[in-house]
């Protein structure tokens, strides 16, 4: 009930300034309570005001994107008087697509997630940056950012992440814990050679990997999945 009642305080009391198609989407998953999607020739400038990491504390999450230069992300609270910036953080960055925010873990506290892409055609991949609050700051989630085409899956605390390669690819499947830390559980490998894709399918214990399956598929299993890119129509 404690979470319902926060998710609902912070749908409530969010104003969104100056964003492109922004709306409060929680149609994929219960726990996202907020999108704003942000697929913009030339720059554009966002303000997300309200209470959004806490019931108790006003805060701003501004974005300013700039198209193949930058990605600005800074990080506001207000003192009774005036706004205050505790965080600024820039991204090298050619597109921006959305951000959003969502309890990824289930522990009732919300994340800012932004995604972004990099590369062109066939070679492009989708990253993830998480921010999350730690006493009245923003801190980015270190490491995150570098795993390729992540696919979240919040509502059973999880995600996946896909490498490709030129015949092959390999997803993985990982759990958070409630610090956001995360650990892998499964791993799916999928190598085609001569029009035959062979599929192999490993639980993951710790350091070890025990083998499950192996299939004739290049198709990866639903598990895996849940919303690889939220931003598209």
Not at 22 to 49: E, H
Not at 137 to 159: G, H, R, V
Request: glycine residues 4%; aromatic residues 16%; contains cysteine.
């Amino acid at each position: 009930m404690k979470l319902v009642t926060l998710a609902l305080t912070i749908i409530c009391t969010l104003s969104i300034i100056g964003c492109n198609n922004n709306k409060l989407d929680n149609s994929v998953d219960s726990r996202i309570i907020y999108t704003t999607k942000m697929f913009a020739d030339g720059r554009k400038t966002c303000n997300i005001d309200g209470y959004i990491f806490s019931p108790t504390e006003r805060a701003r999450i501004q974005t300013d994107f700039i198209r193949d230069e930058f990605l600005f992300i800074r990080y506001y609270t207000w003192d009774s008087i005036e706004w205050v910036l505790t965080y600024l953080d820039s991204i090298e960055i050619q597109f921006y697509l959305c951000d959003s925010i969502i309890d990824l873990n289930g522990d009732g506290k919300y994340e800012f997630v932004v995604q972004r892409f990099e590369g062109m055609g066939n070679v492009t991949d989708y990253y993830f940056n998480i921010y999350t609050e730690n006493q009245s700051k923003m801190q980015k989630l270190l490491y995150f950012d570098t795993i390729p085409n992540c696919t979240l899956l919040p509502s059973n605390n999880s995600f996946s992440s896909v490498e490709r390669f030129e015949n092959s690819k390999i997803v993985k499947l990982y759990r958070w814990n409630n610090d956001l830390t995360f650990y892998q559980v499964k791993q799916q490998s999928i190598v085609c050679r001569n029009q035959v894709c062979v599929k192999e399918t490993y639980d993951i214990n710790g350091t070890n990997k025990v083998f499950q399956n192996q299939t004739y598929s290049n198709e990866i299993d639903d598990e895996y999945w849940g919303f690889l890119n939220w931003c598209k129509d």
